[in-house]
C-alpha cells in the first residue's frame, strides 16, 4: 500500500491560503458584497439584507471580519445600542478583486448557460 503525499502550499501561496480560509465561510462573501453596495449598514439592516442567515451566524461573521481588518464596526453607547457595519480600506480592495471574479464567473457560466 503506497503511503499518500500530503501537499502543502507553496510558501508564497501561505498569505492566499490564509486569506481564502477567512473568505469560505458560508454567509462571508455575501456579507462584504452588501456592504460594498450599501455602503454602511446598522447590524438590523444587514441582518435583514442577508435573508435567511441566523443573528449568531451573522454575528460570528461580522466578528471574524473585524477581527481581520475587512469591516469596521463602529458601537454608539446609546439606549438601545447604535452599531454599523462598513468597510475598511481592506474590504474596500477586496471588493475590487472580489467585482472582477463576478465578472469572470459571469462570463464563464453565461456562456455556458446560453451554449446548452
Known amino acids: 500500500m503506497k503511503k499518500q503525499k500530503i501537499l502543502t502550499p507553496e510558501p508564497?501561496?501561505?498569505?492566499?491560503?490564509?486569506l481564502l480560509s477567512q473568505l469560505s465561510g458560508q454567509w462571508t462573501l455575501y456579507i462584504l458584497c452588501?456592504?460594498?453596495?450599501?455602503?454602511?449598514?446598522r447590524f438590523g439592516k444587514l441582518r435583514g439584507k442577508?435573508?435567511?442567515?441566523?443573528?449568531?451566524?451573522?454575528?460570528?461573521?461580522l466578528k471574524m471580519l473585524e477581527a481581520n481588518g475587512i469591516i469596521h464596526?463602529?458601537?454608539?453607547?446609546?439606549?438601545?445600542?447604535?452599531?454599523?457595519?462598513s468597510l475598511t480600506d481592506?474590504?474596500?480592495?477586496?471588493?475590487?478583486v472580489l467585482d472582477n471574479?463576478?465578472?469572470l464567473a459571469s462570463r464563464w457560466y453565461d456562456t455556458e448557460a446560453t451554449n446548452d
Open 12 to 18: 508564497k501561496c501561505n498569505p492566499l491560503a490564509t
Open 34 to 41: 452588501i456592504l460594498a453596495e450599501n455602503g454602511s449598514l
Open 50 to 61: 442577508v435573508e435567511g442567515i441566523s443573528t449568531k451566524v451573522l454575528t460570528e461573521r
Open 73 to 85: 464596526r463602529h458601537h454608539e453607547p446609546t439606549i438601545p445600542p447604535k452599531v454599523t457595519y
Open 90 to 96: 481592506r474590504g474596500k480592495e477586496l471588493s475590487g
Open 101 to 103: 471574479l463576478c465578472e
